[in-house]
Nanobody, 128 residues
């Protein structure tokens, strides 16, 4: 089993930055892909980006965050980060970390069913 705990959420003004962290514990050596999702009230969970796709260290991003968000991991691959710059009010959502024992494809990273492990989420609120 793998446990995921997100942190770093908060409230910022538009144009600001936040860095989210996702600490993994348990059988982390089985993890292959890790991802960030977000869900705004009344909307479906949306894939933000993922690392470890296509059987390697590939990183993919949703079009809506490309150029503004950056995903990275620590060397031990036990902590996943999401650096969010130039935040917009539409980025307001609960952000979730997800992981799986299999490598997801670059086209499949955005589907929640691809991931077995989920954190509880951290709230990000961007005001205009």
């Amino acid at each position: 089993q793998v446990q995921l705990v997100e942190s770093g959420g908060g409230s910022v003004q538009a144009g600001g930055s936040l860095r989210l962290s996702c600490a993994a514990s348990g059988y982390t050596y089985t993890m292959d892909s890790m991802a960030w999702f977000r869900q705004a009230p009344g909307k479906e969970r949306e894939g933000v980006g993922a690392i470890g796709t296509n059987g390697g260290g590939g990183i993919v991003y949703a079009d809506s965050v490309k150029g503004r968000f950056t995903i990275s991991q620590d060397d031990a691959k036990n902590t996943l980060y999401l650096q969010m710059n130039s935040l917009k009010p539409e980025d307001t959502a609960m952000y979730y970390c997800a992981a799986d024992d299999l490598s997801v494809s670059s086209s499949g990273y955005c589907f929640p069913l691809e991931y077995n492990y989920w954190g509880q989420g951290t709230q990000v609120t961007v005001s205009s």
